[in-house]
């Protein structure tokens, strides 16, 4: 296809490049002071020895995790796309919610389904074949990784198999696609240009994933690289340790991201949600009701087991003031870092829409949005912690601010990865009408592009939102007695021997999670098509 | 509609921003202690309220509690924070870590006449005062195990579906004490014991928090943490099924420490609220909320619960500046047999 001239829109460039900048900015600042404060201290040397085999082991969890989450997460896709139930929604709302929930509330729901004690052993029992505690090795870690991932990859599938124009499903059904070549033909080009973002965004999450591999890995056989990091920090103190452990992290994942976000194929499908429904033959139809019944019990039960075991004390928690104190700083900070997330993430998606596929332009401004996922936590709140000393405020009074900006550039993968396929395939469509009649870049936000794009901006605000809920990563660094968010309060519980409380709040989460999954989207969808 | 909302969300977050800018100012006549500690002390149900109450009430001053993860965490940001920390005080370092506290030269003398604690050993040092004590142990179900292990080679030779979760001695406190124990009791048969081990640990948690949750939900047969973890579950919750499970070879002791930065502006209030925190007053809310043993009689006397708990005799302990040397020999020689 021909080409966007290069020196149109330079307003979305330039807005785009300098946020591209100043993250990249933040990052190398985060690295820089936790360096120079690292030559400060003496240190006995990191004692971290063994990278070789820690990088290894990481990327073969983390690539074998991509796969399978890449795969089930098209089935589900699939079957959800050519399905109709009763609560079809609302699955389809709590297909992320495990994505953004803390990890330690999925690991206790996963338990509760295939623990020792779980579900499936008291079901199989009574035939003789239990399981035991196989959940924990690196088959619990896989599990566990898919569970989280192949639900939001299904999600983002589900939206972008929703957004094929009509046109081309009834031209499909009149030339009488068998369900193969439906698939090859209508839905893999689709898909195609979103599997690379979200396989680039799997992959460092589970490449960096802390506390699910080291709770379900069974010990030090299976580690990754941000556990040697957490040492080099925390037990050696070696800072300057650290951060080349986090420089060789970066690289690593850079080696991913890079092809991924620079070769992934361009976008070209887009419009309005279709309202045809063009479901398979029946014998394929009562097959995709069996699988999707399949995939469902797994990627639901853990949630359902965590509702289950929280319900019933959620009256206790509900009566304690630092409950709901902990729930308006959770909500407050939740709003504001999604409002920045999609802020960032609009920004980038609309210069990166107007480079060409494989332009070095197109890795830069893709770059940043992942790179923050590869910097290890504990770098990421140290750096934050001393760049907050560095401007003379105390923690307390920053702490906010922190969470905010560090919560919106965690979501920022998930916000870029929902939103820049669209964006781009918008652009790409529609860029000769627009240059043609002359369309200033706000009108084409209003009008063309704000409409269509609905769905997708409420469901990247939806996962931001939810995302810096259930942070537990950066607020265990500036969480204080006064200052503290739900998960921050779940984790201190939980640390007092108050596992009922613990539960509750977990439960509470995973209904405020579910609901913002569902009224968010919908909420813009009609904000969206009001104005159409 | 949005606008109001981003509007009230915006107002409420500059009050956030400005209440804590302003807490400052509201208490410039007082004199601010600031101690830093893990998070479980300063929490809700932690002893940090009931400190700051007692000792606000005699010292004129505001005592503030600022949480890290654990202790280790805490000690680092105010290294990291260097002279321009705000910590008065660091609280919640044990004799496992005290090493890494000395080693890092933040600390000065208490120069306290400490009073006759009732504790393990004769209390020597300086630098650090210590303010509750407990013991190493595996936690068992009484309802589902009726015959625990009382040794580790018990232990070992039982199935290897016998399952117990210990924790990560880089990240936690228990986890190294662990590491420890085993080698206070067999030096250098250290690793064969850790070889023997690995088959039953189910896995090894990040926390003490997840640990004990896998347990209580049925994960694993028995748990690393206290002697005194069953009084938690008999006095606040009545429930008497969980007991630690005694090994005739002893426990090993984690005593907790505060010391004073020598940066701090505070030094005399600093080491009032040492003092305080050593008295019967002081102790008192440490054995129900912190659940370790006072280092003396608490005023109103400890709770009958705690007299249920196994005798941990012979309690065990290594020296201070030995365990500093080894720690991280000790934890790949216990890590190498669990790869």
Known sequence: MAGIPSNWRPGRRYVGASVAATVALLIAALLIALWVAGQRFATTGSSVTDIGYLLATSATQAALSTVLSILTGMALAWTLDRLRFAGRSIVIGLLSTALVMPSLVIVSGLLAIWGRNGWVNVLLAPLGLETGSSIFGLGGIIAAHVVLNGAFSARIFIDRLAAIPSEKLKLGRSLGLGPLQRFTIIDLPTLAASIPGVAATIFLLCFTSFPIVLTLGGGPANQTLEVAIYQAVRLDFDLGAAVSLAIVQLVVCAAIIIPASTLSPAASLFGAQSHIHWPERRWLAAAQRVVLAILLAGFLAPLIAVLAEGFGAIANVLVQATFWQAALTSLVIGTLSALLAIALGLALGMARALQARGSLWRAVLGFPVFAYLAVPAVVLSLGFFLLARLTGLAPAAVAPIVLILANALLALPFVFATIAPPLEALTRRHHRVIRALGISSFRQWSRIEWPLLGQPVGYALAIAFVFSLGDLGVISLFGTSEFSTLPWLMYRALGAYRTNDAEAIAAVLLIVSVAAFILIPKLFEKLTNARN | ?339
């Open chain 2, 1 to 339: 509609m949005r606008k109001l909302m981003i509007a009230s969300v915006r107002t409420s977050l500059c009050a956030v921003v400005l209440g804590a800018l302003a807490l400052p100012a509201i208490a410039q006549d007082n004199p601010t202690l600031t101690v830093y500690t893990y998070d479980a002390f300063a929490a809700d149900w932690g002893p940090g309220p009931a400190l700051k109450q007692g000792f606000e009430a005699q010292c004129e001053c505001t005592l503030d509690f600022v949480s890290a993860n654990d202790s280790i965490s805490a000690l680092r940001r105010a290294q990291l924070e260097g002279d321009a920390t705000d910590a008065d005080i660091i609280l919640g370092l044990d004799t496992a870590t005290i090493g890494e506290g000395k080693a890092t030269g933040l600390f000065t003398e208490h120069q306290l006449d400490l009073p006759d604690f009732d504790i393990p050993l004769e209390w020597t040092d300086d630098v650090f005062v210590p303010f509750d004590y407990g013991y190493f142990a595996f936690v068992y179900d009484s309802q589902s195990l009726s015959t625990p292990p009382t040794s580790f080679e018990e232990l070992i030779a039982l199935p290897d579906d016998f399952k117990i979760v210990i924790q990560d001695p880089r990240s936690s406190t228990p986890g190294l004490g662990l590491i420890l124990w085993i080698k206070a009791l067999y030096g250098e048969g250290a690793v064969d014991i850790w070889e023997g081990l690995a088959p039953h640990v189910l896995t090894v948690t990040s926390g003490w928090s997840e640990s004990y949750d896998l347990f209580l939900s049925g994960e694993a047969d028995m748990v690393l943490s206290y002697t005194t973890s069953p009084a938690y579950h008999l006095i606040a919750e009545d429930e008497d099924r969980y007991r630690a499970a005694r090994f005739d070879a002893g426990h090993y002791t984690q005593i907790e420490v505060a010391g004073i930065l020598a940066s701090s502006p505070n030094q005399e209030l600093a080491r009032d609220f040492l003092a305080y925190l050593v008295t019967p007053e002081g102790q008192a809310p440490l054995p129900e909320t912190n659940w370790m043993y006072p280092v003396l009689e608490p005023q109103g006397g400890l709770n009958p619960g705690f007299a249920e708990m196994i005798d941990p005799q012979p309690a065990l302990l290594l020296d201070a500046e030995e365990v500093t040397a080894n720690t991280r020999a000790w934890i790949e020689e216990a890590f190498s047999t669990l790869r």
